[in-house]
């Protein structure tokens, strides 16, 4: 394992402990990083609530897909969709409630080799995380990975806080890539950081 970055500090688990829609923008700015040096700031994000929220994957309760999901905060859950891409979510609120944040898009820091490697058709670094299936080839995130506690570091990844503060005014929207609850302006993005994913969401 190599060192954390200088000055950080591995969000302890009561970090996750609340309602999506707190930790979500909180997460902005925070470090995303992989045992093997890999690093990426965080700085897209969207929150779904579970039963509240049709859009979430755990709306209609617990299945072997998002048992993640109703476990303990502070753990990934990690799915496969559009039959190709993986999405990579911390788990948040208390068991049971299915409640979590999607990681959308990172802006990368240390490791970009191994990134580049693992995301060939990425031929600049703006396009190895600016997306949720991008941000989780980049870190080599599959169902090996669903379960992974972010706190612990037991599967090789965690989120770290290495001192810089989320935006004071974040940018804010509906989600992306959904068809219920369209309305709800549950997205969250660093305001004018080109890592965004697509360029009218920045």
């Not at 990426?40 to 072997?64: L, M, N």
């Not at 995380?129 to 980049?138: D, E, I, R, T, Y």
Request: aromatic share 8%; glycine share 12%.
């Amino acid at each position: 394992m190599k060192p954390l970055p200088a000055d950080s500090m591995v969000l302890p688990r009561d970090f996750y402990r609340r309602h999506p829609t707190v930790v979500a923008p909180e997460l902005l700015n925070k470090l995303l990083v992989h045992d093997d040096g890999r690093c990426a700031r965080i700085v897209e994000v969207e929150a779904y609530a579970g039963g509240d929220d049709p859009a979430a994957h755990s709306f209609r309760g617990k299945t072997a897909r998002n048992a993640t999901m109703f476990g303990p905060a502070g753990h990934l859950y990690v799915y496969f969709t559009y039959g190709m891409h993986w999405g990579s979510n911390a788990v948040c609120g208390e068991p049971d409630q299915g409640v979590g944040v999607l990681l959308r898009a990172a802006q990368p820091l240390q490791g970009l080799d191994v990134m580049h490697a693992l995301r060939p058709a990425a031929k600049r670094t703006i396009d190895l995380a600016n997306g949720p299936g991008k941000l989780s080839q980049a870190f080599g995130l599959n169902r090996a990975h669903d379960g992974a506690d972010l706190v612990s570091g037991d599967r090789g990844i965690r989120i770290v806080s290495d001192g810089m503060p989320p935006p004071l005014v974040p940018g804010q929207g509906p989600r992306v890539g959904i068809s219920k609850a369209v309305d709800l302006p549950w997205r969250w993005w660093v305001a004018g950081n080109p890592y965004v994913s697509g360029k009218k969401q920045r």
